[in-house]
């Protein structure tokens, strides 16, 4: 690439690499047999931790390595608290329920069972690798305590019925939602989905989850027709960079479905919504505000602190489980990655450094 800004200390244009091609694949197990056939040359995405020692075992096999790094995703859950269903959004929207939710799941339990122990549990936080850590936050409400779940529940008016399952004040109508997501039969996303609904149902909260083509799930979230959501979280490195699950504003995530579109939108949105005047979302963006207008980096992370700070008080998405290992594959003779680093979107998944300088030995 000609056009390119830099070239390397010998005067060499960069980068080496001049033609990247992308394949589709339909199933995880296309993409898992084009990996050990060694057809893959360089990714991260997608390869799933499940699969690690499918990789190892066939490292010689496909001619390639598998690399290490953390990724900055989260085991998580967003409640929306803006749904359509009014009862439900009164439900998500009481703090000591989303609380209740964080106490009823065994993470450790859960770690073990599906991730090997692979994982760490805590809240969608910054990584412990993140200048914008914050253990108040990581930390909170994470042991499992299903005696304080079954209080807070039972305080929040949430009566069990006969069946043990809880109905909505002054009703007999069960409190139950549908989670949405895209993890697919048989992946550790719906495993880990599926053993959540089970604790929640220990506390008589009755919750079922659905998988769809991601395309399917962009429609309901796109149209605020989601209850709740199993979409994880990352952005975590440099939140404060990329602070949108933060913020609300990325509907993906849609624990503010409505609010967020409000925030991005304004009225233009037909499913946008303004949040209650007194309602803590709108501390979340006042402090974003500041933070915009901030030229101290310093205080920058400071004001960053009080987003964090509203975050372990009010919880707005329920994380479970974080901290995982990322899986690279780098075909041997692909040169100059560098593993150990995290994994963000934010910035450039596995092509944090050095990306310009990667090259194929010569045959």
Do not use: C
Not at 41 to 47: A, G, I, K
Not at 258 to 287: L, T, Y
Request: net charge negative; hydrophobic share 35%.
């Amino acid at each position: 690439n000609p056009y390119f800004f830099a070239v390397d200390a010998d005067g060499n244009q960069l980068p080496y690499v001049d033609n990247v091609e992308h394949r589709l694949f339909e199933t995880p197990d296309v993409f898992n047999l084009w990996i050990i056939n060694g057809e893959i040359d360089f990714q991260n995405r997608h390869v799933g931790l499940d699969s690690f020692t499918l990789f190892k075992e066939n490292e010689e096999n496909g001619d390639y390595q598998v690399m290490i790094g953390s990724s900055a995703g989260h085991v998580a859950i967003q409640m929306n608290l803006t749904t359509k269903n009014e009862p439900l959004r009164e439900f998500f929207n009481n703090r000591d329920v989303r609380v209740a939710l964080s106490l009823a799941v065994d993470r450790e339990a859960m770690n073990e069972l599906i991730y090997d122990g692979l994982l760490t549990p805590r809240q969608y936080s910054p990584l412990s690798k993140s200048p914008q850590f914050y253990e108040k936050l990581s930390n909170a409400y994470i042991e499992y305590d299903v005696d304080q779940a079954n209080s807070l529940l039972d305080g929040a008016g949430y009566e069990r019925g006969s069946d043990g399952i809880r109905v909505f004040p002054g009703t007999s109508d069960p409190v139950s939602f549908v989670i949405e997501g895209t993890d697919q039969p048989g992946t550790q996303g719906e495993q880990a989905v599926l053993q959540v609904i089970k604790y929640y149902e220990d506390v008589g909260v009755k919750a079922s989850y659905k998988g769809f083509e991601r395309s399917l799930y962009e429609e309901h979230w796109g149209a605020n027709e989601i209850e709740a959501a199993w979409w994880g979280g990352d952005r975590t490195v440099l939140p404060i960079v990329a602070p949108w699950i933060f913020l609300g504003t990325m509907i993906d995530r849609p624990w503010a479905d409505a609010w967020g579109k409000w925030r991005n939108s304004g009225d233009s949105d037909p499913n946008a919504e303004e949040p209650p005047a007194d309602h803590w979302i709108r501390d979340i963006w006042a402090v974003w505000d500041q933070i915009e207008v901030e030229p101290d980096s310093d205080k920058r992370n400071e004001l960053f602190t009080q987003i964090l700070d509203i975050w372990a008080e009010e919880l707005p998405m329920v994380g479970y489980l974080g901290e995982s290992p990322a899986l690279i594959i780098v075909k041997n003779g692909v040169h100059n990655y560098l593993p150990g680093f995290p994994i963000d979107d934010t910035t450039g998944d596995e092509h944090l450094l050095n990306t310009e300088t990667y090259f194929w030995e010569s045959a």
